[in-house]
């Protein structure tokens, strides 16, 4: 299998194959899931919370970035690796978004940028894909500004849903080559992803997407407490790491390991 290319996610809306997205942050992630055959890994600012242990991702900054996105980047032969540009590092202006997503392709090796917000960025999106940067626009419920937003909020809703569609229609013309579409209804979602060529990346966007999204540790189980609405746990990793844990210091208390097989 060759590397995932943004015209192979293009191809896959036009042939009308759904394809899944997940996060990753460090070497065996980013292996695992390439070999599972997910074609676009996130090295999402997400790491603010589960890799870093904040919050909220507003905290996390682009060096603390940088490392994660290079391990990956190192780790997956196939997928695409897409860098989420962290709050603080891109809004002010197209230049400033255009230096730090060069820092993440020529630094850690990105294949591609996402970046928050509505029209606003625009001419962000636009000075990226003239420079060869391809660039995922996030829109909808956008984390980094949850002071604005007022919160984890389901956007779109009412009279917002046509604004949101034009923005989509905006991206779209501005050079991005996907969205992620976070926390809309469904139905919005659907009706955006019929209105643009490029594929749609949906978490919390219900069914009617091109692909969909979700952070690993909650896809695996790692993460406890209170889940989304929107997760899915396709596996209880926390359960099964808490257990080896605990079989390990049992056998260490009880002399059994290392056994003679283990010792030199
Ligand atoms: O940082 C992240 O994990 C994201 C999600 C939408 C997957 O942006
Ligand atoms: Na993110």
Redesign the pocket.
Known sequence: RKRVRVHHLREMKERGHRWA?L?AYDMYTAATFDEAGIPVL?V????SNNVYGNDT?LPVTVDELLPLVRAVTRSAQHALVLA?LPFGSYEASPDQCFHTAVRFVKEAGAHAV?I?GGDEITPHVELLARSGIPVMA?IGFT?QREHTLGGYRVQGRGEAAAALIATARELETAGAFAL?L?MIPGELATQITRAVAIPTVG?GAGNGCDAQ???WQDMAGLRTGRLPRFVKQYADLHATLVQAARDYAADVEAGTFPGPEHTF
């Open positions: 997205m996060t996130l999402g600012d997400s790491a991702t989420d996402k928050e996030h984390p992620l976070e978490i999204v979700l952070v």
